[in-house]
């Protein structure tokens, strides 16, 4: 259906999920608890889910089917939290059917992928969002604010990664294929900590990659989780990397390090981004168990020409929950040509630019 900006942003939204995992229960938590929207449809291949979530929430719309939802539920928006590789079939049909798309990181399971859907709400003059959760971090929030602020000066070198101990995700499900995942731990979980550093950094084009990629444990079938809620089948091979390393060429001469694992021989989990600058440094660290979890924001500068390490004081993680509302607000203002994805397909270019470097073994420019 179509919306004109000025009654769009005066009424109520009419909201939909489709994908009943982890992610899209997070995106139906958000548009239920917001007054602005009524969440007027559900599709997932569960009916018991489809029950479940719909009775929870008054949710009118229940469909296995999403073409139908789209065709019937008379949306203004939709949440895509499905496999990776339906994103770009499901988002263009969104798109096209005039509804404004919210999807899961990562965009798509190739660049070209993600580069169509673009087109697809650029064609249409819809918002086309990917959901980039962490960054809603109350540590990320208020490291960002620093660095705006210009206390680091310029930013030449970054470290990021995440590494899990024991956490691939549904081990025999389409996470674990090539084809509709499109890549192991550094589509899955290096895309948050990448999207995190270029956006801590101010949004640095990514110009070469020189990456590779491992897989020790999941073809052994260690390290698996009790991520995701998809059928496990028999038989499905491990066809993608549990590690991928990477050093990056930004523009301006500055570079970033990133490492994805979804299983290691370390003590707990680690997630960190730490930042290199010209007046000053900073760090955001987290991880640890369950039972012992850790958080750490630092500063490192000079006050008064005296050594200074600062602590910032840090506000409440947005999560899921803020980067829908963010979505929801670019709806809202009408200004729907600025939002038409092109962020997060310069982050799903660079994942295809480390796996084609670790493919051929060599740094791999990027046309800009
Ligand atoms: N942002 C985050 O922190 C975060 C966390 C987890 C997953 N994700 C992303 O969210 C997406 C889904 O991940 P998940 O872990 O929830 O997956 P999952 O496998 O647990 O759940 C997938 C859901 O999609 C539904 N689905 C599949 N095919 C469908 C179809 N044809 N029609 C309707 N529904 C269909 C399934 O029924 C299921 O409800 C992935 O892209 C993943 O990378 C993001």
Known sequence: MTVAAPEGAQRKLRAGVIGLGWAGQQHVAAYA?????????????????????????????????????????????VSIATPTFLHEPMAVHALEAGVHVLTEK???????????????????????????????????????????????GNLYYAKAGWIRRQGIPGLGTWFTKAASSGGGAMMDIGIHMLDMALHLMGEPEVTAASASTHAEF???????????????????????????????????GGTMLLESSWAQWI???????????????ATIEWGGDPTHPHQVLKVWTEVAGIPAELQPVVGEDGRHAAAIAEFLQKVQSGDWAAHEGSLALRRARVID????????????????
């Open 33 to 77: 608890a917001d007054p602005a929207v009524d969440l007027v449809a559900l599709s997932a291949m569960e009916e018991h889910l489809l029950e479940q979530f719909g009775q929870e929430h008054d949710v009118p719309g229940r469909y296995q089917d999403w073409k139908q939802m789209i065709a019937e539920a008379e949306l203004d928006v």
């Open 106 to 152: 990562p965009m798509a399971q190739t660049g070209e992928a993600a580069a169509r859907m673009v087109e697809a709400a650029h064609r249409a003059g819809r918002v086309l969002e990917v959901s980039f959760n962490h960054r809603q971090r109350g540590d990320v929030t208020a490291l960002k604010a620093v660095v705006d602020s210009g206390v680091l």
């Open 218 to 252: 999941g073809p052994l079938g260690r390290g698996g989780s009790g991520f995701g809620i998809s059928q496990v089948e028999e038989g499905v091979p491990f066809e993608v990397e549990d590690l991928a390393t990477a050093f990056l060429r930004l523009d301006g």
């Open 267 to 281: 003590p707990h989990d680690l997630c960190y981004v730490t930042l290199y600058g010209a007046d000053g440094g």
């Open 353 to 368: 630019a480390c796996y084609a470097s670790a493919k051929a073994g060599a740094e791999v420019a990027l046309a800009h």
